[in-house]
């Protein structure tokens, strides 16, 4: 069977007097990809802010690898090798291609001064764009002259250059063309077939995310009210879900 | 052939240098000075020389800063008042009985100091910067002539010192280009400078990437008050005393003035220190030209204000066509 790569139990994120997350069980296997569906303010991105270790669960458990972890703060997520891709675009614009792959991982020149080693950043930048297909006239193009496309492509390629293991995209394909959106599941696509990441993603789109994921969750009102694989489910199926949902809060 | 290549590099190498945030304010600051020149016989000569590095050195010390700032989105209006708070805490140190060496650093150590406090203000009470200041403002003025008692005081110090920091003719343009040159590695080769910039860029990008973003921006604070501070005590040694009103809103305006001049974005993100010295200079030299020819001192302000307003329409439509280029 396939190895499991990160697995939540029982999650529970309030802030004040709002539950977010009241309950919420996922895991994903390595070489897996799942989709969690949903509305917002279903809890999709607190969920994926605290398998960052960007906000700390209230109370549930993480576990990596099958080894119960607490995460503490992002960094200590990246040292598990979670790493994600948010949605609103972790990359600055005024800096270039490579400085943005090496944000906060900065590769240094020997030496008492700890100056930045730019040879080495761009080399590396390089090499990495290649190994996974994207293709950038030069990594020295500041990332805001780049189309969303391009910009989604850096912000996958710096978490996969980093040694990422566990992959989490936030609405990779939001406000993207047809072309566009076509570039970045071909490169998750490419990913996937490497068969050591786990990757999970959260979307909007129905019939896309069950076109590219393996298994789907659906989430309201901070509950997994849904989980199926995605050959045998389909958006007709999921819509009808949702749809009772709002039947039954317009009722209520 | 090779020739062809070497017009096409070269012209590759014009293009990419007008391309650069600063260019535009170096082509204006050579032209003033062709200009002044070619307006004043005076204008290249060792004894106005002087006088034009003596009025540049400090609002580029206080540019460095302010850049640093304006890049992660924010700004210290009172650095001028801290200008003059520093040598009258470094005149009191030294009643004490420290060493004038010793003392500057007491006095640094204050200038910093306030830097900390408006960090504290703007980053936990979440007063914003502009607001911070504005109260540090009158608060250090009030200060400083509370401690000189409303007046000046002599710098303390011997020979060498004194000339070393600023009494000498060109010591105080020396210490502001080394200053520039540390600053310009800061911001260009070391993480502090590229998460300044990230600070400023995409605040919430910067710290899901992990970067401690209010630690970019009390550091940067502490910086510039530290930088005011300096830039009034190699003031008050070039001049041999201090008033307590010296300094003050004009330099740091002046300083501001420089980074944007030079290319620094108001909004953040962007910036370059060496456009800050460019932008200095040609503050600098805009001020004493108009006074060598003998401007009246009334219609002298109009010229400097319009000049900045020009300089700043030429940089934003600069910088949209350079934009438009890419």
Redesign the interface.
């Known amino acids: 069977m396939s190895t499991e790569a990160l697995r939540a139990e029982r999650i529970v994120k309030t802030f004040g007097h709002v539950t977010a997350l009241a309950g919420v069980s996922m895991h994903v296997a390595r070489g897996e990809m799942l989709g969690i569906l949903g509305d917002n303010g279903a809890g999709k991105s607190t969920l994926m802010k605290i398998l960052t270790g960007f906000h700390q669960p209230s109370s549930g458990q993480v576990f990596v690898n099958g080894a119960p972890v607490t995460l503490a703060s992002v960094d200590r997520a990246r040292a598990l090798g979670i790493e994600c891709v948010y949605q609103d675009l972790a990359l600055i614009n005024g800096l270039s291609i490579y400085h943005n792959l090496f944000l906060n991982r900065e590769l240094l020149r020997p030496g008492p001064f700890r100056l930045l080693d730019h040879r080495a950043m761009r080399e590396r930048a390089r090499a990495a764009l290649a190994d996974i297909g994207v293709n950038i006239p030069s990594v020295d193009l500041e990332v805001g002259q780049l189309s969303g496309g391009q910009r989604q492509a850096i912000a996958v390629a710096r978490a996969v250059a980093s040694d990422a293991r566990i992959l989490l995209l936030d609405e990779p394909l939001a406000a993207m063309g047809a072309r566009e959106a076509g570039l970045i599941i071909d490169l998750i696509e490419r990913l996937k077939s490497r068969g050591d990441i786990a990757i999970v993603m959260i979307a909007h789109n129905y019939a896309q995310t069950l076109e590219i994921c393996d298994r789907v969750m659906l989430m309201q009102h901070g509950e997994v009210t849904y989980e199926s694989r995605a050959a045998e489910t389909s958006a007709a199926e999921l819509l009808e879900i949702v749809r009772r949902e709002y039947r039954a809060a317009r009722a209520g | 052939m090779s020739a062809a290549a070497t017009a096409g590099g070269l012209r590759g190498r014009l293009r990419e240098f007008l391309l650069r945030p600063e260019a535009s304010v170096i082509v204006v600051a050579v032209v003033l000075v062709i200009y002044f020149q070619f307006a004043n016989v005076n204008f290249l000569t060792n004894a106005n020389l002087q006088t034009l590095s003596q009025f540049i050195a400090t609002p580029v010390i206080i540019a460095c800063g302010e850049i640093m700032l304006l890049i992660c989105r924010e700004i210290d209006l009172s650095v001028g008042q801290v200008f003059a708070l520093a040598p009258f805490v470094m005149e009191r140190a030294h009643d004490w009985g420290l060493p004038v060496p010793l003392a500057m650093a007491v006095a640094l150590a204050v200038s910093g100091g306030v830097g900390f406090v408006i960090g504290l203000i703007t980053l936990r009470l979440r007063v914003p910067s502009f607001i911070t200041t504005l109260g540090m403002l009158f608060l250090i003025t009030g200060l400083t002539l509370t401690i000189s008692r409303g007046f000046p005081a002599d710098t303390p110090g011997g020979k060498l010192l004194t000339n070393l920091m600023g009494n000498w003719g060109y010591a105080e343009i020396c210490w502001a280009f080394a200053v520039v040159a540390l600053m310009h590695?800061v911001l260009r080769?070391?993480?502090w400078g590229?998460?300044t910039?990230?600070t400023?860029?995409?605040a919430?990008?910067?710290a899901?990437?992990?970067?401690d973003i209010d630690r970019i921006r009390m550091g940067n604070f502490i910086l510039t008050s530290t930088l005011g501070g300096f830039a009034g005590l190699l003031e008050a040694f070039r001049i041999g005393s201090t008033d307590p009103l010296a300094g003050g809103s004009n330099i740091m305006f002046l300083g501001v003035a420089s980074g944007v001049i030079g290319g620094t974005a108001i909004a953040g993100?962007?910036g370059t220190i060496i456009g800050g010295l460019v932008g200095g200079i040609v503050l600098g030299v805009l001020q004493d030209g108009f006074t060598l020819q003998g401007i009246n001192a009334f219609t002298f302000d109009i010229i400097i204000g319009a000049a900045i307003l020009l300089a700043m329409v030429a940089n934003i439509h600069l910088a949209r066509l350079r934009g438009g280029a890419?």
């Open positions: 590695i080769h070391t993480r590229l998460h910039i990230a400023g860029g995409n919430i990008a910067a899901e990437a992990g970067i993100g962007a890419r």
